[in-house]
């Protein structure tokens, strides 16, 4: 199938409504705000239907379901949240897409922003984070998907900043409100001199872009006390709460005894 017979069916998906490719679900995993011991986000993940792992439904991803896929996570994750009264929390929901599903940034919104009002579920409640950018051969392209995004009212996340693709050219081309540091950049973070310097470079960058950081991956009360140490507040991995498979998890604190709902 070319470009212009994937726009055409993408165009006509939009107008007509999708049908999921196949058959998921999604699990949930709390992003914490440390400082106020609340719930700032809930990440969707996806997952199979008996909650087998997402590396089990990604691997049924091809070029000809992909848009449908993408289209389909955002149903199901702004659904399920819903269902689950994830208003009620406060918190935000956070969704992965694939900017390279995205063929107009304007006309392939329409049934994101069609299951939220038919949910009554508030647009300045959802962050798109991006994944697979490093396929998105247009960075001008990728640049339009944020602009629209923004001015639906939606958060942006750079996902896995640092990492590869994800760094500062594109933070300084790209109008996301969030960056996500890599794990690869926070594990052991304490013991690590040179990586501290480059977190507490980001975190003071990100103050004056006015962009929120959330250090994912964080599995130890060291990394936690070393990312606090350095001003970092949002905070996401299994220190705090595993994923929840069609739930809404309880997350823990470190060095509190007592559980937060």
């Not at 058959?23 to 949930?28: D, R, T, V, Y």
């Not at 992965?96 to 299951?115: E, H, Q």
């Not at 962050?127 to 396929?135: C, D, G, L, M, Q």
Request: glycine share 6%; proline share 4%; net charge negative.
């Amino acid at each position: 199938m070319d470009i212009i017979q994937k726009q055409q069916s993408s165009c006509s998906a939009c107008r007509d409504g999708i049908d999921q490719p196949f058959p998921f679900s999604m699990a949930f995993q709390p992003i914490v705000n440390v400082a106020t011991g609340t719930v700032w986000a809930y990440e969707a993940l996806v997952r199979g239907t008996d909650g087998s792992s997402a590396a089990s439904i990604l691997a049924q991803v091809t070029e000809e379901n992909r848009y449908a896929f993408d289209q389909s996570c955002r149903i199901k994750a702004i659904t399920l949240a819903s269902q689950l009264r994830i208003e009620d929390t406060g918190a935000m929901l956070s969704i992965n897409f694939m900017p390279g599903a995205v063929y107009s940034p304007a006309a392939c919104i329409k049934i994101t922003l069609n299951t939220a009002r038919k949910l009554d579920f508030p647009l300045d409640k959802l962050i798109f984070e991006i994944v697979e950018a490093e396929k998105v051969i247009s960075h001008q392209h990728l640049r339009e998907i944020v602009q629209e995004y923004r001015n639906c009212g939606f958060q942006v996340a750079l996902d896995d900043f640092g990492a590869g693709w994800c760094g500062l050219n594109l933070l300084a081309d790209m109008p996301a409100s969030i960056v996500k540091l890599d794990m690869a950049l926070t594990r052991g973070l304490r013991d690590r001199p040179r990586a501290l310097a480059i977190v507490r470079s980001i975190v003071e960058l990100a103050g004056v872009l006015h962009t929120e950081v959330v250090a994912e991956g964080i599995e130890t009360v060291e990394e936690y006390e070393a990312l606090r140490n350095l001003g970092v507040r949002l905070m996401q991995g299994y220190l705090f709460a595993r994923p929840a498979f069609e739930q809404l998890p309880e997350f823990y604190l470190p060095l509190e005894q007592a559980r937060v709902a």
